[in-house]
Each structure stands twice: as structure tokens, then as C-alpha cells.
């Protein structure tokens, strides 16, 4: 085991046994104790500030999304990895003595059920793009959400949950607008989190994008710097943790959904989002799991 | 069609065209405009009163719970029929073309998808109980919790939404101590909803239990009280909607987990919930979609 994979093991078991975060049994997904719950909240209040005097607009999707949209987005090309399929049980009592026979021997269910119509949120933003069809106001639109997003890959980081909060905002409008918006929010959620005490790398970056055919898209969006990240070194100076990211889409998602600006272009849109529980667990790693002793500056400013 | 039927459409158009709802294209599963966001925020507030005055503690889980979950708790024996159960595609770059050509298909990908570990969260409190395996403190425990949860019944009806949040509050003790905890929430529930001008009905009721065998179930949980409903005729008074729910469990989830009291017996469980959306519908539905023209004792108690 290297280091690293020792330093992750030893401070998720920390985690545990102080209660911040609660086992469920599965690797991933885990319950939030009373602390954690409560640094989330006020990290999200430091976000509302910023977001509310951009004037963003509060909207919320659920934590499933349609599955259409996903083969829309072309999603299941470059993320089939990732992605959580929601699958039910339809058939009658017929079957259902057979269903709990599977169930009981803690088997496989998949022949019972059928798929549905919904998938697992991937991001927060997903859901939104379709709803803005037809024409912006003239100065474009700007949203703001938070949501629980699933992405399958079962991992012992305490910083890689399989289900975790994305606090996005959203601006669609003119190249100029969407750019300067991104821009004004990579410094001003570097300040926000530099205020926490994290200590913070600005990169550009990409997606995880699947396979060897991926890579090629990769490089072109480092090439393109569609995609920035706010990076906290968790566990290592070498391999830091993204806590934010800021993405730049061009013309795709409006290309997709039909979204114009008042001058009758497609509309560029882009997204910035906070990886909360992330953003939480740096605070527990940098600080001490006792949040009664973390440095009084960063007391007086989750809880002034 | 009914004139029930024909009622829950013709709103379920208002409230999308007022944008209180967003369309996914899916069947109970929507986007909540601004206006929606904000009612559940202020009625979530007035819970938050109740519920710290009580001295809950705040936990929090994701909206995908272990699928080994529901097999120790024998969801899948009562409510089958609800159950989400999430698959990925855990192949390698191999199967990655004909996945695509399915999706791309709009065919059924199950073939290509293995279950994981996990399903969607029915209830809130699920989660809970596990983690309070062993003895309690001498007054017991008491819990705060929301979650986005899941149950498969596509439908027209604004009421009942496959993907929804639930505000439950849960109190692990003697049978004292927990049955007038939920008689206190049973008044404070009502009252609650009463000051935002709901006119309610408070009823013993049972759960929506599986097949014929579930009558039975239903039966014996009517007999013994162990279910209360706050109703609120939304569309009928004939059928009105449930809005709140107060769960007496007895036993049932400390023999399970092995949750015992300071006395050494087995802990008495329930749980109270509010069904947040439907609450928010009733609401809309009630004083109209504009929440600036509510009746002012309304919108005091909301937006003091």
C-alpha cells in the first residue's frame, strides 16, 4: 500500500470513529454526522452570498434525471463508466416469490426488474439545459442549484464518494458574459475557500473522460482551457484534490437544446461547481476533527 | 377520465406553465422553479424549529442506500413494486461500442449493466438505524433528517412524485418515551401545517404493502395504530392527500439492528416525516401560484 493509500485509510477511519462521517457498509457512501451536516451548511451560506449578489436565480432538479437526456448529452460515450441506471421490479405476484428468493440469497436481481425511464444525476446542471429552449432574456440567465450526484466508483478516499453534493451555478449567454462570469468565479471561489485556511492551486484540467478515444478529448480541452480546477493538496503535494472546477461548454449545450441569446446566436453556456462533501473533508483533514478547535479566523468565518 | 383525473392534470399544466414546476419529460420527476424552492425552504425552517426544540441531532444521508439494506429490513417482501435498484456498466472498452449502439438505440441497456451495490433510498431513516447498533444513552436518541427519496409509481398526479424529499425526525427509546414524542409531533405537525391555512384531517392508515398477502399487514398495522396520516384534501375530500406521517415501529428495528436501551431491553423506534413537495402542492394548490398574492397570515408565517 503506498503512502498515500495508507494516509486515505487511516483518516477515513478517523472520520468514522469521531462520527463526522457514518458507515453504511458500502464503500462511497456514507452518512454525515452532526459536524460534518453543520461545516456543509455554512460553507454553502459563504456560497450563497456570492451567488445571490450575481443575481442567480434558485432552482433544484432531484437526484434522478432522464435516462434520455444522458444519451442526448452523450453521456454514456465518454463517462458509461460512471454513470448509475435505475432499475425496477413491474412484473406481478407471479414473480415476486422467485424476486425474494434472489433477494435472500443476497444474489444478483437483474433479471427481475426492467429499466426505467431515470439514471442517476451525473451533475447537477444536466437537467437545467433543456428547460432554457427558445430565447434568453437580453442579458442572458443565470442559475444557481445544488443536488446529489452519483458516480460509480467505489473508493476508500474519504474525498471520492460515490454519492456527493455539487453546488453548481449556471450562466448561458454571450461568449463575453459566460467568460467574464467564469473568470470573476475562479477568483472569487479561491478567496472564498483560501478564507477557510485551504491552502489552493488554480489548473487547468479535464474531464475523465473513458477509453483510449478519450484521451484525444482530454487534450483538446486542456488545449481549448474549457475546464479549471481549484485544487487542495489533501493527501499529497503531488496529486492534489479538486474541490471546484469551472467549465466553459462554447455553443454545445445550446447547439443540443436550441438556446438562443436576444440577438439570435446559440448561446454559450458555462458552469461552476463546489464539490461539498470535498470542500468538508479538506476542512477535517487541514484542521482536526474537532471543529471547537479549528483556528478562531476560520471559526469567525464559518460561524460568525 | 375522472374529474379527479382531469383536476390533477389541469393543475399539474398551471403549475408547469407558471414555471413553479420544470418538465423533465418524465412522469413525477421535475425540476422545482424558484418559487417551489423557496416555499420548501420556509416550511423546512418551521420544522427546524420544532425539531431543535426537541433536541434532535442533524444527521444526513444520500439518496442511495446499501441494497444489503433493504434485504435485512424486508423491503422487498412489503413494497417490491418501489424499490430503484442502480446498475453500471462495469465492462471494459470492449462492450463500450455495442452499450453505445443500444443507447443510441433508445433500447433497454440492461444486458450490459451489473447490479452495484446499491438502490434508492425509499425513506429517509433507513440508514439511521444501523448506525445506532448497541446501548443508548439513558434518555435514548433523537435525529433530524432529510433525504430525496425514491419510489417507483409514475404519475400524472403533482402529489406524488417519483423522486421527492422527506423531512423525518426519529426517536430511538422506551415505549414511553417514543409514543409520547410522537403524540407531541402528531399536535405540532398539525398545528404547523394548520397556520399555513391547510385544513386537515388526522387518520389512521396503513402502508401501500404488496399483493394480497400485504392486506393482512395493512390490517394489523391499522388495528394496532401503529401509522397516523395528516391528510389534506387537495383534490377531493373524498380522497384526500397524506402530507405527514408519525410511525410507531416498536421493536421492529432494534431486534433487527440490535439497538438496546440504558435498561438493557430492546429499543422502541419511530419515525415522523413530512412529504415536502406535497406539502408545497397543497400549498399552490390551496392559496394559488403566485406566492405574493397568498393571504397575508400565510405569508407572515412564512416569511416573517
Redesign the interface.
Known amino acids: 500500500m503506498t503512502d498515500e493509500a495508507t494516509a486515505k485509510r487511516d483518516f477515513m477511519r478517523n472520520l468514522l470513529e469521531a462520527r463526522v462521517l457514518?458507515?453504511?457498509?458500502?464503500r462511497g457512501?456514507?452518512?454525515?454526522?452532526?459536524a460534518?451536516?453543520?461545516v456543509i451548511a455554512r460553507v454553502q451560506a459563504l456560497i450563497d452570498a456570492i451567488s445571490s449578489r450575481h443575481g442567480a436565480?434558485?432552482?433544484?432538479?432531484?437526484?434522478?434525471?432522464?435516462r434520455?437526456?444522458?444519451?442526448r448529452t452523450g453521456y454514456?460515450?465518454s463517462f458509461?463508466?460512471l454513470?448509475?441506471?435505475?432499475?425496477?421490479?413491474?412484473s406481478g405476484?407471479r414473480r415476486?416469490p422467485a424476486?425474494?428468493e434472489r433477494?435472500?440469497a443476497?444474489g444478483?436481481?437483474?433479471e427481475f426488474?426492467?429499466?426505467?425511464?431515470?439514471v442517476?444525476a451525473p451533475a447537477a446542471c444536466y437537467?437545467?439545459y433543456?428547460?432554457l429552449r427558445g430565447t434568453l432574456p437580453e442579458r442572458g440567465a443565470l442559475f444557481d442549484l445544488c443536488q446529489?450526484c452519483?458516480r460509480?466508483e467505489?473508493s476508500d478516499d474519504p474525498a471520492r464518494?460515490?454519492?456527493?453534493q455539487i453546488r453548481e451555478n449556471v450562466r448561458a449567454g454571450t461568449p463575453d458574459d459566460v467568460r467574464s462570469w467564469r473568470a470573476a468565479w475562479m477568483e472569487e471561489g479561491r478567496t472564498l475557500l483560501e478564507s477557510l485556511g485551504l491552502r489552493l492551486v488554480l489548473a487547468s484540467a479535464s474531464d475523465p473522460f473513458?477509453?483510449?478515444a478519450g484521451q484525444l478529448m482530454k487534450a483538446n480541452q486542456q488545449a481549448q482551457e474549457l475546464k479549471f480546477e481549484l485544487l487542495v493538496p489533501v493527501w499529497s503535494d503531488a496529486e492534489p484534490t479538486a474541490v471546484a472546477s469551472f467549465n466553459y461548454h462554447q455553443e454545445h449545450f445550446a447547439h443540443l437544446f436550441d438556446i438562443h441569446t436576444a440577438n439570435g446566436e446559440h448561446a454559450h453556456t458555462a458552469c461552476i461547481g463546489f464539490g461539498l462533501e470535498r470542500i468538508a473533508v479538506a476542512l477535517f483533514k487541514h484542521h482536526g476533527l474537532d471543529t471547537g478547535r479549528w483556528p478562531e479566523p476560520v471559526r469567525q468565518r464559518l460561524w460568525p
Open positions: 457514518l458507515s453504511t457498509g458500502v457512501v456514507y452518512g454525515r454526522g452532526s460534518f451536516v453543520d436565480e434558485r432552482v433544484s432538479f432531484p437526484p434522478v434525471v432522464p434520455a437526456l444522458l444519451q454514456m460515450e458509461p463508466q454513470c448509475g441506471s435505475v432499475h425496477a421490479f413491474t405476484e415476486h424476486l425474494l433477494v435472500n443476497a444478483d436481481w437483474t426488474l426492467t429499466q426505467t425511464e431515470v442517476l437537467p437545467l433543456p428547460t446529489f452519483f460509480h467505489p464518494m460515490q454519492s456527493f473513458f477509453g483510449r
